[in-house]
């Protein structure tokens, strides 16, 4: 129960018990009032008839007094007249019953009120001729206490509503900074250490909030402070020092990592552009025009937004790659052919009128090596060289003609799969590198033709990913787990399953992922849903409200083959995912350098920093594993540990 809904409760309860005091004391002291009045009544009424019965008595004309007594007692205020002789004899008696009319019985039993009776000695002279005793009728004392208590009753209801909406109200204002601390809390405890700017007027949550931004601004300090370090050891290791490009080492790591991620991808291009006599012109100009000139012709490759370059670099002293994915190849000569105007432009116009350069361009689809794709750039780049100054080739690996009747019969493939979930899974494990217990399950999809025959994800996935059936797959894959997880109790650890980037960009499967999960038992807990570093770089805004709604459903969170890209930091901290998985390439740069192993190291202390796991993939030897375990990695997950197995 929220501090609020308790303080209006105790507030309700104080308020209450006040006005139910109130309520008591006024309705006992209008009773006692009215008892009083009842008396005096009483009283008056027999000292006023005390005077015309001394006439009647004084001539023992009794019919006269009962006609004096009747003429009173008949108005119905009074509940009891008796006439007395000299001796204490009953002469007349006047009586009604006592009545309480419209009146609870409940209210008139617990407050009773009392009718004194009035008595008055009747006489001549010095002669006592009798008494006469009245009792009044309490019927409109009982309602007159009646209609008081209501009327009181709906003034106090009234000031009551009235003072539990200000109460609220106050309360709102009052503790806003509260609810400001509170989320402020939560926020630190997902490792997003915000800063309450609005500081209370309050003395008391004044000095938590400034305590809680000090702590929040000393922490995000820290891990800034790590993060910058992780980065200085990325750049020593990782990037080029004149234009801040990857080296050719980074260049190398990221571009087989995507070659190598099924799915990832279903065209790409690998452009490099190479600069001829840059050696002299460093001699005549010096070596800081030369970086300069490299670092402006740079800024134009990098402008070209529709080539939507992901992996830039220096993979060469005069030599620059440049790798994108899945854009249309029309965009791609038209861009190409745009590049090579600018850089043309921009020499004739700098000291770089001698300068020359080359430009070569090769498309090639998803299921390419990385060896022929460099042997056909490179031929781009020697024949561009060999036909004069500043030309540029671009050339494609694949008859477009034979994709397209290719991806035809491949779509017609996967849809039928789809249709008869002819999809099976196999599963390879994540190992405690310490006490070699399970920590995971990884999930990996194979389709199964007409004949039976298992095709990998690398030969179907481009194709779905061609044809927008990434989100239709990934369904398929879900439901199947969470199928298995809910009527065989799967193994006996979490379950982690793969998403595209084109699942996370698509509202209807995050619709659909909702109500699976909601209806998936216990079976959603023990469910992790891995991103790629890549995926969810290329539209953040939709990677983080899906991570949101996998955080609202409980559901575990994965980065996959993380670590190469320059802002990977930055999206770990942004994500907050629960677990990372390092990129093979990664690390095995780190056993070859010593830098390459820094910056390992860093990324795995960040990561231990925030709480969030570190799983090591590609772990294919003993070595490895050390190397792993010396620097703090807890999980690993590879061929030296346990192979795939079919489920």
Same mark, same amino acid.
């Given at each position: ?18 006005f139910?005091?109130?309520? +008591?004391?006024? +309705? ?9 009045? *009842?008396?005096?009544h009483?009283?008056?009424?027999a ?7 001394a006439?009647?008595?004084s ?18 205020? %009074? ?9 204490g004899k009953?002469?007349? =008696?006047?009586e009604?019953?006592?009545? &309480?009319d ?30 006469? +005793?009245?009792?009044?009728?309490? #019927?409109?004392? %009982?309602? $007159? ?11 106090m209801?009234?000031? %009551? &509503?009235? &003072?539990?909406?200000?109460t609220m ?15 402020t809390?939560?926020?630190i ?11 209370p ?12 931004n ?18 200085? $050891?990325?750049?020593?290791?990782? #990037?080029d ?13 990221r ?19 190479e ?23 740079i ?30 190849a ?21 000291l770089?009128?001698?300068?020359? $350069?080359?430009?070569g ?17 490179? *031929? ?6 060999q036909?004069?100054?500043n ?34 899974? $196999? ?9 070699q ?9 194979r ?15 481009p ?13 398929? +894959? ?28 698509s509202?209807?499967?995050?619709g659909?992922l ?10 959603? =807990?023990?469910?992790s849903?891995?991103?790629s ?21 409980? &559901?575990?969170?994965? *980065? ?21 998985? *390092?990129?093979?390439?990664?690390i095995?740069?780190?056993l ?15 990561a231990? #920093? ?7 993939q590609?772990v ?9 375990m ?8 590879g %061929? ?8």
């Amino acid at each position: 129960m929220s501090l609020r809904r308790q303080l209006l409760i105790a507030i309700s309860v104080i308020v209450l018990l006040v006005f139910s005091g109130l309520q +008591v004391l006024s +309705v006992i002291t209008t009773r006692d009032f009215l008892q009083q009045q *009842l008396s005096s009544h009483a009283q008056d009424a027999a000292g006023s008839m005390s005077h015309d019965l001394a006439t009647s008595l004084s001539n023992n004309d009794l019919v006269l007094a009962e006609i004096q007594l009747s003429s009173v007692f008949d108005r119905g205020y %009074y509940q009891k007249i008796i006439l007395f002789d000299a001796y204490g004899k009953k002469l007349i =008696s006047k009586e009604l019953p006592r009545k &309480v009319d419209n009146v609870p019985l409940v209210f008139s039993t617990l407050l009773q009120i009392q009718t004194p009776p009035g008595e008055a000695f009747i006489s001549e002279g010095w002669r006592q001729l009798g008494k006469v +005793v009245v009792v009044s009728q309490p #019927t409109f004392a %009982y309602q $007159f206490l009646w209609d008081s208590f209501k009327q009181q009753a709906a003034w106090m209801l009234a000031v %009551y &509503v009235l &003072v539990f909406l200000l109460t609220m109200t106050l309360l709102k204002i009052i503790l806003r900074p509260l609810s400001l601390i509170e989320t402020t809390a939560l926020e630190i405890q997902h490792k997003r250490f915000n800063q309450i700017l609005a500081l209370p007027k309050t003395r008391e949550f004044h000095r938590v909030v400034s305590a809680m931004n000090a702590m929040s601004s000393k922490i995000s300090e820290m891990l800034t402070a790590e993060v910058s370090k992780a980065e200085a $050891f990325r750049a020593e290791a990782y #990037t080029d020092k004149v234009t801040g490009l990857d080296n050719r080492k980074a260049f190398d790591l990221r571009l087989n990592t995507m070659l190598s991620e099924e799915g990832s991808f279903n065209s790409g291009y690998l452009m490099v552009l190479e600069f001829d006599g840059l050696k002299e012109f460093n001699h005549e100009h010096g070596y800081q025009e030369g970086d300069q000139m490299l670092s402006d012709v740079i800024k134009i490759a990098l402008s070209c937004s529709e080539l939507h370059i992901a992996i830039s670099g220096r993979i060469g002293g005069s030599a620059f790659g440049f790798a994108g994915f899945d854009v249309l190849a029309t965009v791609i000569d038209s861009e190409f052919k745009a590049l090579q105007r600018k850089i043309i432009g921009f020499l004739d116009h700098s000291l770089a009128k001698n300068l020359s $350069f080359s430009l070569g361009c090769v498309q090639f689809s998803a299921g390419k090596n990385r060896t022929e794709i460099f042997s056909k750039v490179d *031929l781009a780049l020697e024949t561009a060289r060999q036909n004069g100054r500043n030309i540029a080739i671009n050339l494609n690996l694949s008859d477009e003609n034979a994709i397209t009747e290719g991806s035809l019969g491949w779509r017609t493939l996967i849809q039928s799969a789809l249709a008869e979930k002819r999809l099976t899974l $196999f599963a390879q494990p994540v190992f405690n590198l310490t006490d070699q217990r399970i920590f995971q399950h990884e999930i990996f999809s194979r389709l199964i033709d007409q004949n039976g025959s298992f095709i990998s994800a690398a030969l179907f996935l481009p194709m779905a990913m061609r044809h927008q059936l990434m989100p239709e797959i990934d369904k398929v +894959v879900i439901s199947l787990v969470i199928d298995q997880m809910n009527s065989l109790g799967y193994l006996d650890a979490d379950v982690a399953v793969n998403v595209s980037a084109q699942s996370v960009d698509s509202a209807l499967f995050r619709g659909w992922l909702m109500e699976r999960l909601a209806n998936a038992q216990q079976s959603g =807990s023990r469910l992790s849903l891995e991103l790629s570093e890549f995926g969810c770089e290329k539209n953040m805004p939709s990677t983080m409200s899906f991570v949101s709604l996998l955080r609202d459903q409980g &559901v575990g969170i994965g *980065l996959d083959h993380f670590g190469l890209a320059q802002g990977s930091l930055d999206l770990l901290r942004q994500v907050m995912p629960d677990y990372i998985k *390092l990129d093979g390439g990664l690390i095995g740069a780190a056993l070859e350098s010593e830098q390459a192993r820094m910056h390992l190291r860093s990324v795995i202390q960040l990561a231990n #920093t925030l709480e969030v796991k570190v799983i090591a993939q590609n772990v294919e030897s003993e070595k490895i594993k050390d190397l792993l375990m010396n620097d703090n990695v807890s999980y690993g997950q590879g %061929y030296y540990l346990a192979p795939l197995t079919r489920l």
